[in-house]
């Protein structure tokens, strides 16, 4: 509602408050959110980040726009690995424009889309190389991997089966963070 507010004027702001505080799907889905909370940790500091970016380049110095570029490239980055798909489909247009800003011409978003780049390929890269020493292949997470897992003990489409490799995925992405 801030970002609305910072882009749109106040009117806005508060119409997209109260629309978020009487939806029933907002307060239903609230209730069930805690595996999702680093995600989102991550996707809200994205669009904060963007915010920064994009909205404060004609008054900010070259360093903060570039820094502003990186925070919200990290950002991203840890979002995707922690749930690829669904910071895909939502930081996915904030990429696109992004990019659409710096093919225009302007140096100042040029300089944002380099920092995205190198703050979004540190966390990558990271994951990249963890995927490779737990699963031999950079590009498969250890939750994907049908070769490290005991079927013999819980069938793969199982209730249980799904509730403990989500359990231990969570468990362990609290660790990282």
């Given at each position: 509602?801030?970002?609305?507010?910072?882009?749109?004027?106040?009117?806005?702001?508060?119409?997209?408050?109260?629309?978020?505080?009487?939806?029933?799907?907002?307060l239903g889905l609230?209730?069930?959110?805690?595996?999702?909370?680093?995600?989102?940790?991550?996707?809200?500091?994205?669009?904060?980040?963007?915010?920064?970016?994009?909205?404060?380049?004609?008054?900010?110095?070259?360093?903060?726009?570039?820094?502003?570029?990186?925070?919200?490239?990290?950002?991203?980055?840890?979002a995707f690995i922690?749930?690829?798909?669904?910071?895909?489909?939502l930081l996915g247009?904030?990429?696109?424009?992004?990019?659409?800003?710096?093919?225009?011409?302007?140096?100042?978003?040029?300089?944002?889309?380099?920092?995205?780049?190198?703050?979004?390929?540190?966390?990558?890269?990271?994951?990249?190389?963890?995927?490779?020493?737990?699963?031999?292949?950079?590009?498969?997470?250890?939750?994907?991997?049908?070769?490290?897992?005991?079927?013999?003990?819980?069938?793969?489409?199982?209730?249980?089966?799904?509730?403990?490799?989500?359990?231990?995925?969570?468990?362990?992405?609290?660790?990282?963070?």
């Amino acid at each position: 509602m801030a970002t609305v507010h910072r882009l749109l004027g106040p009117r806005r702001g508060l119409l997209a408050a109260s629309v978020f505080l009487c939806s029933p799907l907002a307060l239903g889905l609230s209730l069930t959110a805690h595996p999702h909370l680093v995600s989102r940790t991550f996707i809200a500091l994205a669009v904060w980040a963007y915010v920064r970016a994009t909205v404060d380049t004609d008054q900010a110095p070259r360093r903060a726009t570039m820094l502003a570029g990186l925070a919200l490239g990290l950002a991203a980055g840890l979002a995707f690995i922690s749930r690829p798909f669904e910071s895909a489909m939502l930081l996915g247009p904030i990429g696109l424009h992004v990019a659409w800003r710096a093919l225009r011409g302007d140096s100042a978003d040029r300089r944002v889309v380099a920092g995205v780049a190198v703050g979004f390929a540190v966390p990558l890269a990271l994951f990249a190389f963890y995927n490779a020493q737990v699963t031999g292949s950079a590009l498969l997470p250890p939750r994907f991997d049908r070769t490290h897992t005991r079927y013999d003990v819980l069938p793969p489409n199982s209730m249980e089966f799904r509730i403990t490799t989500h359990v231990s995925h969570n468990l362990m992405m609290l660790g990282v963070y």
